[in-house]
């Protein structure tokens, strides 16, 4: 069996507080079973695009029942095996049927946000490299658009390259950010500036402790100059701030961590 979490944080800070679906080394159905008491959402990960692992039409059902039953919700993080920016149109193609699959396989769960990666997978970063990367990019948001999907319901991660690298992308089709707050810290970012030219933007925010080059750690693990700076930046949202953490010993941390210096702002 399994431990539950101490206590409820529902409803505890003007954001939703969430976490992964991969807290406890289960299945889909028992993570948020376990989690659903204590949180306002849960995001949904989906790591890889083959069928067995996603969750059946069968188990979205039951993902649906327990929401209605705890008041919860949930977001979607898409496969990272997929490139839409890939120089191969196939690959292209093959990651704008698996984002319309997985939507609307989860459609019934009416998700918060749909998370997506945009790796640049270039070997430089010279204009005609990134030119032809954005292009491919453009290329796959047409065809998802061209089936009803895209605008805010989709929100593109921060990765490893500066977001500005798809600006033009994100106002083009409309799209959300979702500002992964340990990916900043570790790739050496501004995460004030990031947030105030993003704010407007940004549906869902990705919380992790990151230190000495390692990010997805327990919150407690954050210097003391990247924790003001996060605080500073949480207060002014209300959108969804997930936990991406993957054990229950790292969520316990980080919850108490952030309970702890909440009640200090």
């Not at 003391?224 to 997930?242: A, E, M, P, Y």
Request: charged content about 20%.
């Amino acid at each position: 069996m399994y431990p539950f979490l101490p206590k409820s944080y529902k409803f505890t800070f003007p954001f939703k507080i969430a976490t992964t679906s991969f807290i406890y080394p289960d299945h889909y159905v028992q993570n948020i079973n376990m989690l659903a008491p204590y949180l306002d959402e849960i995001e949904l990960i989906f790591f890889e695009s083959t069928p067995k692992s996603l969750p059946s039409k069968e188990e979205i059902g039951v993902l649906l029942s327990i929401a209605n039953e705890y008041d919860l919700s949930y977001n979607i993080h898409h496969p990272l095996d997929i490139f839409p920016g890939a120089k191969d149109r196939s690959r292209r193609q093959f990651a704008v049927e698996t984002i319309r699959q997985i939507i609307d396989l989860t459609a019934p769960l009416s998700p918060s946000t749909h998370t997506i990666h945009l790796p640049y997978e270039e070997i430089d970063h010279e204009n005609e490299s990134l030119k032809r990367w954005q292009n491919h990019i453009c290329d796959s948001m047409e065809k998802l658009h061209g089936t009803g999907i895209g605008g805010k319901m989709i929100s593109v991660e921060t990765l490893n390259y500066p977001i500005e690298w798809v600006d033009d992308i994100l106002m083009d089709f409309n799209l959300s950010v979702c500002i992964d707050l340990g990916h900043l810290i570790i790739y050496g970012f501004n995460m004030k500036k990031i947030f105030a030219r993003y704010h407007d933007k940004t549906s869902i925010i990705h919380l992790h402790g990151a230190n000495d080059g390692r990010d997805h750690q327990a919150l407690d693990l954050l210097s003391r100059s990247d924790l003001k700076t996060i605080l500073d930046i949480l207060k002014r949202f209300n959108g969804v701030v997930s936990l991406e953490v993957f054990s229950y010993a790292q969520l316990i941390a980080s919850l108490n961590f952030l309970d702890k210096v909440w009640m200090k702002t």
